[in-house]
């Protein structure tokens, strides 16, 4: 019995021994700089369909405490939920920035994506940003929006689109206007987009869609809205009662 | 002698006597018969539903969805598409939405999608082995079972099966079908939808026939070495060509080249042109609609008809550019450039101001010495065996026939019949984009060119290409969807040839053919009036002021100009509804000021439209200024009816009008033009 116990202690041992370089020990670049803080420069809360690369890179960048740039700082990424960072970890370059590429996982929903550095004295900086994926019924409605809402919608004007945000009377809500959207219910939402914006008493500029767009891609519109709002759009269940 | 004595005492124990024996034999065969239901109790499919059943215990309809809740083996068959699933034994909530915030797999409910489940199954979309019932077999790819689950940036191939038309919930699909015509990758290798007919470029590479009299042998063989040095939206790819290589291929093409039909060239003096004025008429022609030119900044400014011009002066030698801009198509026979009718002034400040965008870099290094007979022969022999015929037109050589493998069904390549390259994972994905991406990597012998694709065009052209599976060619025919067929329509007459000569169906449609990058005209004559539309053709002016890309001026004469109107306002009238069953004399004052209460209350249509250029701001639609001299009654009214109906695609929204609503509206909008007293005034 004890010659049994003896092995099986000695096995566990030997499999902890035999883990414990790979798990815990350094991996990636040495540092060669630390810095104090965590910044991002571009690519945080981007929008694309589920198992996609992001358009745009991720850069993050590294600043001492007086906010300049730190060259040859550690950063490492992690993601969860199945999204990938590619190159998971890298040293920072001249300009203190360092940049990846995120591939998202393949189911719909948020996905949180963390950069890691660490200050002189080895503690943790941490920096976090979330990367919406979109199923098929929400890139479905990406389209719809791109085809028919963003004109007025997105106050932002691109090359190929000028907004007309600015030329209307009532200034429509930017789809990820959580703050506003999140409190619309669904039956509301459908109301104003299929009948327009009189049907509830709100600006007849919004016009009604439902002799254009079906009921399908109403639903699409609905679940792109729903999914890029921010903060994001939480399901508020059953209500009971409600004081 | 110890152990031989314990084997002993052993065998007295178990078999010592008959009662003994016969005991021990009953307790060996209950144990061996115990062994099946073991190993169905032990199974991975039912550790899952067990897993599952504890997970709905704790929510609040657990009722519910225990009784939907069905244990043991589930498999969908569906022999018509040869469909054997046995996925929904583990993934067990594929239809109760209200897991929606379960995320663990396998139990998340399926996120919503236009098919039924139970009519397609599960493998048509994610593949992997439908009849497996382990995690590891169904999803990965083992030696007999090689299909492995699809990785969810190419799902949208799976829709491909199915449907050859564009849909827009498959943008990805949609972009990689696009890219595979654009980049002549079709070509080269041949390639069938099923039940269609063979993809056909659509990149138009220029003929090679008379290059000579286009471009020097210089030039040639810097575009060879690297096209993208010249043009960084160049569709052609790098052909990796030694210096040797491109020096003999550039000295072929010189030599096959035979002298063409050019106009008295004689050239106005472009050299001494303004700059300024040139630049105006490159506006004022709207070249840019389709051709780019990379700005200070390295933005490319300008459509992608057409090619790159950011180098032009460097490439092209002035006569033919002269030539080029009169006939466009005695060079090139099928170009969608049009003929412009360029005075001599304009052609010459035209001229002068492409020539003038040069890069003096280009060439700086560039010294090639007489060619020799050899060299000639062996520059023939590299053309032949690089393929140039099967995209460029040549003299003497033949457009060869399946010149690379055919694609038809690559998304179904048995990976058994793939050499990866090192580092490759052993998946078709994989070996797909990485075959896209460097072909060279899979070996130095391979004829595939270098593309200069992006990643997002490399997953798009992957998820094109795994849309060619043998499921799809399998599948019932009821189920296929067929893509946009591209119709053969040419207008005859001397309109027909007028149409011809501007290039109308590069950006308009008529009939399904052409394309979309200006409204379709299917109907046009029924929907304007005959004095605009002779306006309009012989000045564009700007019906969208949001828009980037504008229709340009021809430089019609007036005769051209008539003869078109005519053609227009008789061929292209749309059965729908009668163009006389509505008449602007009988609209009263009343009628317009409802119309114009509609206007700005009811429909709200300044938020899109500018009817007052003082106060109105809209511009997502065209301006409406001038609509009352444009359009005609009964089309205005039958278009705020139903503005699909005319115009199919419109964005403009189906406010669903009643006739009262649309005719004081249409009343509203005929009144929009400016007086005639105040126009003659204005001449």
Known sequence: MTRWHLTAVLSVLGLATNCGPKGAGPKGPEAKAYGAALVEVSGGKQVAAIGTTLDQP??????????????????????GGGATVIPPEGLTGNDGQLTVSVALGGVAGRYQVTAITRDKAGKTIEWRTEEIALGYQQNLGRQLNDRYCSRCHDPESTAERVSNHD???????????????????????????????????KSPEMPPYGGTLGKADIEALMAYIRAVADPPYRLKGLVYASN | ????????????????????????????????????????????????????????????????????????????????????????????????????????????????????L??????MCHRGQGAATTVEEAHSSTKAWEQPVLPARYFEASCGQCHQNSLTGTPQLNLGRKLLAR??????????????????????????????????????????????????????????????????????????????????????????????????????????????????????????????????????????????????????????????????????????????????????????????????????ALVNERGCASCH????????????????????????KIVFAPGVPHTLPDYLAAKIRQPSAFGSALKMPQYNLTPVQVDALVTGLLAQTER????????????TPVLKYDPAGKAGKLMQDMQCFSCHAINGRGGDMAPDLTWEGSAVQRAWLLTFLKNPNTLRPALIRRMPRFNLTDAEAQTLTDYILT?????????????????????????????????????????????????????????????????????????????????????????????????????????????AAKK
């Not at chain 2, 250029?613 to 359009?631: F, H, R, S, W």
Request: aromatic share 8%.
């Open chain 2, 393 to 416: 037109e040549l003299n003497g050589i033949k457009k060869p026939d399946n010149f690379a493998p055919d694609l038809s069904v690559a998304g179904s390549r048995s990976l058994a």
């Open chain 1, 167 to 201: 030329n209307l009377n009532a200034k429509p809500h930017a789809f990820t206007d959580g703050a506003f959207l999140n409190n619309v219910s669904d039956a509301d939402l459908t109301s104003i987009i299929t009948h327009g914006g009189a049907a509830l008493n």
């Open chain 1, 58 to 79: 991720l850069v993050v960048q590294v600043n001492d405490a007086q906010g300049g740039a730190v060259a040859g700082a550690a950063v490492s990424f992690r993601a």
């Open chain 2, 472 to 483: 799809a060619e399998a599948i019932p025919a009821v189920l296929r969807v067929a893509g």
């Open chain 2, 118 to 123: 139970n009519e397609f199954g599960c493998v």
């Open chain 2, 571 to 679: 061929a292209y009238q749309t059965p729908a509804f009668d163009a006389d069953s509505l008449d602007s004399a009988s609209f009263t004052a009343e009628d317009r000021e409802r119309g114009r209460q509609l206007f700005y209350s009811k429909y709200a249509c300044q938020s899109c439209h500018i009817v007052d250029a003082q106060n109105d701001k809209g511009y997502v639609g065209p301006t409406l200024t001038e609509i009352g001299a444009k359009g005609t009654p009964a089309w205005t009214f039958h278009y705020l009816k139903n503005p699909q109906l005319l115009r199919p695609g419109n964005i403009e929204p189906n406010q669903s009008m009643s006739d009262a609503d649309a005719r004081a509206l249409t009343a509203f909008l005929m009144a929009q033009k400016k007086a005639p007293a105040q126009e």
């Open chain 2, 183 to 380: 980049y002549g990758c079709v070509s080269c290798h041949a390639l069938r939808t099923a039940g269609a007919a063979r993809m056909m470029p659509t990149n138009e590479p220029p003929p090679l026939t008379h290059v000579a009299r286009k471009t020097t042998r210089e030039w040639i063989y810097a575009w060879l070495k690297n096209p993208q040095a010249y043009s960084v939206s160049a569709t052609m790819p790098d052909f990796k060509l030694s210096d040797a290589d491109a020096r003999d291929i550039s000295a072929f093409l010189i030599d096959q080249s035979t002298p063409y039909q050019q106009p008295d060239a004689s050239k106005s003096s472009s050299a001494a042109a303004d700059a300024q004025e040139g630049a105006s008429v490159y506006g004022e022609s709207f070249c840019a609609s389709c051709h780019a030119v990379q700005n200070a900044a390295g933005l490319m400014v300008g459509g992608d008809v057409g090619p790159e011009l950011t180098r032009i002066g460097s490439k092209v030698k002035p006569e033919w550019l002269g030539t080029w801009l009169r006939e466009p198509k005695l060079y090139a026979p099928h170009t969608a450039m049009p003929r412009y009718r360029f005075s001599e002034k304009q052609l010459g400040l035209l001229a002068g101001f492409l020539e003038a965008k040069t890069d003096s870099d280009l060439l700086a290094n560039v010294h090639l010495d007489a060619a020799t007979k050899e060299q000639i022969a062996h520059g023939k």
């Open chain 2, 1 to 116: 002698m110890d152990l031989r004595r314990k084997v002993a005492a052993a065998w007295a124990f178990l078999f010592g006597d008959s009662a003994r024996a016969f005991g021990t034999l009953s307790l060996v065969l209950v144990a061996c018969l115990a062994v099946v239901p073991a190993k169905d109790h032990f199974r991975e499919w039912s550790r899952y539903q067990t897993r599952y059943l504890r997970l709905i215990r704790q929510r609040g309809d657990a009722a519910t969805l225990q009784r939907r809740f069905q244990p043991g083996l589930q498999q969908t068959w569906l022999p018509e598409l040869g469909v054997v699933d046995r996925c929904t034994t583990c993934h067990v909530a594929m239809k109760e939405t209200s897991l929606a915030d379960v995320s663990t797999q396998p139990f998340r409910p399926h996120p919503a999608i236009p098919h039924s």
